[in-house]
């Protein structure tokens, strides 16, 4: 049997059954907009019963689901950096909600109020991200028939806006300034410079540039070959990419199969001259047999971008955002940049990248224009 009552705006629905002990037991389950709504969602728990479900289930907490979806659909499936974010997220779930909170309990403006408090000191790309994890988590409890609807759906995403898009990218001119330095200092010692260069003319994530071995380069066809990352936050060592379609061939300009060579040579004069021999065969070691991490680059970036006098200053990531920058400004097609950054559908690269579409839309407005004048006054 169940009541129901209105709550503020919404209706909680109360139903009253016997567990398998034969204990007397309430389940009540808030947010509806209407009481019919209610009235339908108590009936389907109520017939759960009358057909031996244990509605105890109903009774399961967010963290307790959260902590078994976690377990059964995510840990040991991603990368290290990934699965602290499933332990960062359970920790701001309970800061908020508990750790009894029940998950048929919370409705969408519970979750709404949660992402509003999240979103105050965060940039809304973190809580976009927190918000898939929540929904995709509801989506399941959903399934399995322990909460009516996902309370995550027609919430509002807030948070603060992230880094204004031009601080992310260099200014052609700068960008080849910072190819040329890096070209004329590429050293042993230096490959940092090596690394730099390889990034800007191929578009590549730091990650995939780092995994290089000499065996990824086709010299005949001038093609390196991406088929793994560079685990450099958990102290090294080869990983998967970061999509299945980061898996590609990206050709590279003939200066950069020039520059790699050089590399190359001087890594065999060195192995010569001390005896050591790289059992990885890796492209980017440097003297201390050590492959450069994600800091490390980043701070050579930044010196040699100080030594040329540019800024603002980007990370190693804004020289993929270069490149693609580039080689919109020459008219090459976005299908084809986005299969040689490894995108997996050519709506991503758009999206990401719609702030340069737009720029090299207007150029090509000014073209068609000027042609279109010249037909017209002819």
């Not at 960008?175 to 590549?204: D, E, P």
């Not at 991406?226 to 590279?252: C, E, H, L, N, Q």
Request: with cysteine; glycine share 6%.
């Amino acid at each position: 049997m169940a009541s129901f009552r209105k709550r503020g705006k919404t209706w909680t629905y109360y139903v009253y059954y016997k567990d398998n002990n034969g204990d007397k037991q309430q389940l009540n389950h808030g947010g509806y907009p209407t009481k019919k709504m209610a009235q339908l969602a108590a009936a389907e728990i109520e017939q759960q019963y009358h057909h031996g479900a244990d509605l105890t289930a109903h009774k399961t907490s967010l963290i307790s689901y959260w902590d078994k979806w976690i377990k059964l659909y995510k840990a040991g499936k991603n990368a290290p950096i990934t699965e602290r974010r499933y332990s960062t997220i359970r920790k701001q779930l309970v800061a908020h909600f508990g750790e009894d909170t029940q998950l048929n309990n919370i409705c969408k403006n519970d979750w709404q109020e949660f992402l509003n408090e999240f979103g105050a000191d965060r940039t809304k790309d973190t809580v976009s991200k927190l918000n898939g994890y929540v929904r995709a988590m509801a989506e399941s409890a959903v399934a399995d028939r322990i909460i009516y609807s996902n309370f995550t759906k027609g919430t509002v995403l807030t948070g603060l806006n992230g880094k204004p898009r031009e601080l992310k990218y260099l200014q052609l001119d700068d960008f080849a300034k910072l190819i040329k330095y890096c070209t004329k200092h590429a050293r042993l010692r230096s490959v940092y410079n090596y690394m730099i260069i390889t990034g800007a003319l191929t578009g590549a994530r730091f990650s995939e540039v780092a995994a290089l071995q000499w065996p990824d380069i086709d010299w005949d066809t001038d093609t390196i070959h991406i088929t793994k990352s560079w685990d450099y936050t958990y102290g090294g060592g080869f990983k998967a990419t970061k999509t299945p379609s980061s898996v590609r061939d990206i050709s590279m300009p003939p200066e950069l199969a020039t520059i790699l060579k050089q590399l190359q040579t001087a890594q065999q004069e060195r192995s010569l001259a001390t005896g050591y021999r790289d059992p990885k065969h890796m492209v980017f070691r440097n003297i201390r047999h050590e492959v450069p991490g994600d800091s490390a680059i980043n701070k050579a970036l930044h010196q040699v971008e100080d030594d040329l006098g540019i800024t603002p200053r980007i990370t190693f990531h804004g020289l993929r955002h270069t490149h693609v920058s580039y080689l919109l400004s020459q008219g090459v097609d976005i299908y084809y940049i986005s299969q040689r950054l490894g995108h997996s559908n050519i709506e991503i690269t758009m999206r990401v990248y719609s702030h340069l579409l737009d720029q090299a839309r207007k150029s090509q407005d000014t073209k068609a224009l000027t042609a279109l004048s010249t037909l017209a006054s002819s």
